[in-house]
């Protein structure tokens, strides 16, 4: 995703900062060769009245030595644009500017106040590796002001993430990723599933419904029914569009109620396995996962687990 700043890293290690409308979540993942991805660290602190985002930033900045880690941060949903599109036939240099140009129209804000990142759709065979992209269409100010906010505080920030990229980070976690996996989360803002199959994303779709809707006991149904079909739409487009074998299992992030409703309808209503997801199966933490790491901080989870080089 988007660079920001570079700086040679002297500790190991990535960490993840998110800042959400109540506070701020921050997970540090190590990885050694052979081993479960280690947390070293996971923090959640809501806002205090009374006192800033700058401040807990400053704080956390400072108890975990962030200016000597590498660090990244998810952009909030509002900040940016997802778009599927055509791979123009241009040579790889006018890349950038062919798509700047084709998705001009897609996005909600002015092209020339746009930061482009791009990358390509897996297909059958590769079949459609050279024919789509997904392209991330992100406000060139909500860039500046997450780099200037997390740099201020006292933080050395390398790469700026998104949400779909980072659950694909966590799918990639599971042995169902395989042969292909679907990964359903929800927070405060939303839903969001994602397909994945080998640490590849295809399709990723948000979902306007949050807990406090699937909670509802005088609504929930009407959700429960809206997720269905948002699942099966995606699931069927999976199939028809990339042409790949059809999906066999929904994985549900833990949510801060018990979901056994959610999972009962899902798999009396998909033609799918529904399982919840357990993250302590697969990471190397000192203590249990709390609700809010599996939960409020998910995707900062799955951005720290990122994998691909980031500059030195």
């Not at 482009?116 to 079949?127: K, S």
């Not at 990723?177 to 994945?196: K, P, W, Y």
Request: aromatic share 6%; charged share 20%; net charge negative.
């Amino acid at each position: 995703m988007f660079s920001a700043i570079k700086k040679n890293r002297l500790k190991p290690g990535l960490a993840a900062v998110g800042v959400g409308p109540t506070g701020v979540c921050l997970v540090q993942v190590v990885r050694q060769a052979g081993r479960p991805p280690r947390i070293q660290a996971h923090v959640y602190r809501p806002l205090e009245a009374g006192e800033s985002l700058n401040q807990v930033l400053e704080a956390m900045a400072r108890e975990h030595g962030l200016l000597r880690m590498q660090c990244t941060t998810v952009l909030n949903d509002n900040d940016y644009k997802l778009l599927l599109t055509e791979t123009p036939e241009v040579p790889p240099d006018e890349l950038k500017s062919a798509v700047r140009w084709r998705i001009k129209d897609l996005i909600d804000f002015h092209i020339n106040d746009t930061i482009l990142d791009l990358f390509d759709i897996p297909g059958e065979d590769g079949a459609k590796a050279n024919r789509e992209l997904y392209v991330v269409a992100a406000r060139s100010q909500a860039i500046q002001e997450r780099v200037d906010l997390l740099v201020n505080a006292g933080m050395h920030l390398d790469i700026i993430d998104i949400p779909e990229l980072a659950q694909r980070n966590i799918a990639a976690l599971l042995p169902e990723d395989a042969q292909g996996v679907a990964l359903l989360s929800f927070n405060e803002r939303g839903g969001l599933i994602t397909l994945t199959r080998q640490g590849l994303l295809y399709l990723s779709r948000s979902l306007g419904t949050t807990p406090r809707n699937l909670e509802d006991e005088s609504s929930r149904m009407m959700h429960f029914e809206q997720v269905v079909l948002e699942v099966q739409r995606s699931l069927d487009y999976y199939e028809s569009h990339f042409r790949q074998a059809p999906i066999r299992t929904l994985v549900l992030a833990p949510l801060p109620f018990n979901a056994a409703a959610l999972m009962e309808f899902l798999g009396a209503n998909l033609n799918v396995s529904v399982q919840l997801l357990h993250l302590a199966q697969y990471l190397d933490a000192p203590e249990d996962l709390p609700p809010t790491l599996q939960g409020t901080c998910l995707s900062v989870l799955g951005a720290a687990l990122r994998q691909e080089a980031l500059a030195p």
